[in-house]
């Protein structure tokens, strides 16, 4: 029972987080439609449809498996965030770069190659704060997750609507959306070192735990992201 109702209010948190998120970007969207016109409201979904093509890769399909890896063995923390969190950046790296590539071969304008390089960069930002959200539900932390969402939720819709009446087009909402993601890591990461654990680098029998290392974590998450 008790396990139940642990799911049913990290279920709550969750949907509390993600639909606040929605709810502000369709305010956001109605300003871009009006500010910036057909030709910039595409120039952004551009940008962070592409970001979000290039996250799935970096996330590499370890959602999930950093939560059961950390809920069996919570003195792996640590270690298992680690792994994660060093096979997520490199990939985000590594799609960076792709992404580097596909904009200077597809011929784009000035404004639509800096609305996705700056993009990119969220990706990277995005791969850190899934790692945390893993750790955190691994404790039954969801309402830790929540307030970082809310919290990058409403620093996109004021930043995003600050920028545009201020004149910046395009690139207003596409730092905004960024500094969201920066947003979501201030609030998110204080709260997971305070309330999860133990940190420890190196804890007892780690060298035992698959998950513990890169290598293994990431055969672990192949079958998953295939």
């Avoid at 640590?78 to 985000?92: D, E, K, N, S, T």
């Avoid at 580097?100 to 597809?106: D, I, K, L, P, Q």
């Avoid at 995003?160 to 909402?173: E, H, K, R």
């Amino acid at each position: 029972m008790a396990s139940t109702r642990t799911v049913a209010r990290n279920t709550v948190f969750l949907t509390v987080g993600l639909m606040s998120g929605r709810l502000l970007s369709v305010f956001v969207f109605r300003k871009m439609s009006g500010t910036l016109g057909p030709e910039g409201v595409g120039v952004a979904n551009l940008a962070i449809d592409v970001a979000a093509i290039l996250l799935v890769v970096a996330n590499y399909g370890l959602g999930n498996l950093i939560t059961r890896e950390i809920a069996r063995e919570r003195r792996m923390t640590l270690p298992i965030m680690w792994a994660a969190l060093q096979i997520r950046l490199v990939l985000g790296l590594f799609c960076y770069v792709l992404l580097v590539g596909y904009v200077w071969a597809s011929g784009f304008g000035a404004l639509q190659r800096e609305a996705l390089l700056i993009m990119g960069l969220g990706i990277l930002l995005e791969a850190t704060a899934m790692s945390c959200d893993g750790v955190l539900q691994a404790h039954d932390m969801a309402d830790s997750q929540m307030w970082g969402q809310i919290a990058s939720a409403v620093a996109y819709f004021a930043l995003a609507l600050w920028w545009l009446d201020a004149g910046f087009g395009v690139m207003g909402v596409i730092w905004a959306n960024v500094a969201s993601k920066v947003v979501r890591l201030a609030v998110m990461v204080p709260l997971m070192l305070v309330r999860t654990g133990p940190w420890e680098r190196r804890p007892a029998g780690h060298e035992a735990v698959p998950a513990a290392h890169w290598r293994s974590l990431a055969a672990l998450s192949w079958p998953v992201f295939l």
